[in-house]
Nanobody, 123 residues
């Protein structure tokens, strides 16, 4: 599975962005998908994840209520809708795929990673 993240950019606090992650291959629907982010000087952190079917979603506390993860298995794409962005959301955002059914926030359980897309939120 190859993953291509896109949709990042420079926005102001309070704005919205939608990230996309397009996957290659015919087995996309078998994978849980996650979004992680890494800010300069900080470790990579979990943002959100969605089960292979889309029936379950998990969010980090810092983004719950502001971000929404979704997927379209027909398009082999997962999305991250980010609303009410804050300067502390500034980071490189990565999408990841893995055959997992729990512990979605554990980055080591994901098998494939995209190249990342930069999100910068100015105050």
């Amino acid at each position: 599975v190859q993953l291509q993240a896109s949709g990042g950019g420079l926005v102001q606090a309070g704005d919205s962005l939608r990230l996309s992650c397009a996957a290659s291959g015919r087995t996309f629907s078998r994978y849980a998908m996650g979004w992680f982010r890494q800010a300069p000087g900080r470790e990579r952190e979990f943002v959100a994840a969605i089960s292979w079917s889309g029936s379950s979603t998990v969010y980090a506390g810092s983004v719950k209520g502001r971000f929404t993860i979704s997927r379209d298995n027909a398009k082999n794409t997962v999305y991250l809708q980010m609303n009410s962005l804050k300067p502390e959301d500034t980071a490189v955002y990565y999408c990841a795929a893995g055959r997992l059914t729990n512990y979605y926030s554990d980055s080591e359980r994901y098998d494939y990673w995209g190249q990342g897309t930069q999100v910068t939120v100015s105050s």
